[in-house]
């Protein structure tokens, strides 16, 4: 079974500063993907970033990059230029080959002005 | 295309009815996925479907919640008859069988409140 953990509930930081979200996991599987998801207080959830776990280059969408860190099993985000609307919950997933993703237990993001 | 559609957004119920949940996946996926999200567990995954079929539902907390999936466009997930603790809100979410672009894509969820 996978199971992915996130020790921090909640994270603040200021506008325009960079933060880092922190996410590790736990699997047997050899080929896997891991996501990190916003949840804005509409309840949408939103896909942020994507990483394939046999791709060693961090992946980055903007102002949002991870560090893989695949010997250690940890997955973290780290959000530039922090915005008023980066402010949500932040859920890291890992998945397998039969596509089910496992929740982490979400990290409360507040950013202050 | 539209997304994932989930309705009803709202349900409000009394302990001991019938709740159906209903979603349209993204057409062309072929994974449909419910899950469910509370303060104290989560989000957890109650059951999935490939190709309509069933694949694992052992995340269904106990047989008082059924899901189908009768065609590759509408899924339900029922619960009869509801108690409080079912309160939650119900995500919907599919996918297609493409390892070069695997995304989940959820609904807006249904916020379900059991009193």
């Known amino acids: 079974a996978q199971t992915v953990t996130q020790s921090q509930p909640e994270m603040s930081v200021q506008e325009a500063e960079t933060v880092t979200l922190s996410c590790t996991y736990d699997?047997?599987?050899?080929?896997?993907?891991l996501f990190w998801y916003k949840q804005p207080p509409s309840r949408q959830m939103i896909l942020v970033i994507r990483?394939?776990?046999?791709?060693?280059q961090n992946a980055t969408e903007n102002r949002f990059s991870v560090n893989f860190q695949k010997a250690a099993k940890s997955f973290s985000l780290k959000i530039s230029d922090s915005q008023l609307g980066d402010a949500a919950m932040y859920f890291c997933?890992?998945?397998?080959?039969?596509?089910?993703?496992?929740f982490g237990g979400g990290t409360r993001l507040m950013v202050k002005p | 295309d539209a997304g994932v559609i989930q309705s009803p957004r709202h349900e409000v119920t009394e302990m001991g009815q019938e709740v159906t949940l209903r979603c349209k996946p993204i057409?062309?996926?072929?994974?449909l996925f419910w899950y469910r999200q509370t303060m104290m567990r989560g989000l957890e995954l109650l059951i999935y479907f490939n190709n309509n079929v069933p694949i694992d539902d052992s995340g269904m907390p106990e047989d008082r919640f059924s899901a189908k999936m009768p065609n590759a466009s509408f899924s339900t997930l029922k619960i009869q008859p509801s108690e409080p603790r079912d309160s939650a809100v119900y995500f919907c979410?599919?996918?297609?069988?493409?390892?070069?672009?695997?995304?989940?894509?959820f609904g807006s969820g249904t916020q379900l409140s059991v009193l």
């Open positions: 699997t047997s599987e050899s080929d896997y993907y």
């Open positions: 997933a890992s998945n397998n080959a039969g596509n089910m993703l496992t």
């Open positions: 057409s062309g996926h072929d994974y």
């Open positions: 979410a599919s996918t297609a069988e493409d390892r070069e672009n695997e995304k989940l894509f």
């Open positions: 990483q394939e776990a046999y791709k060693q």
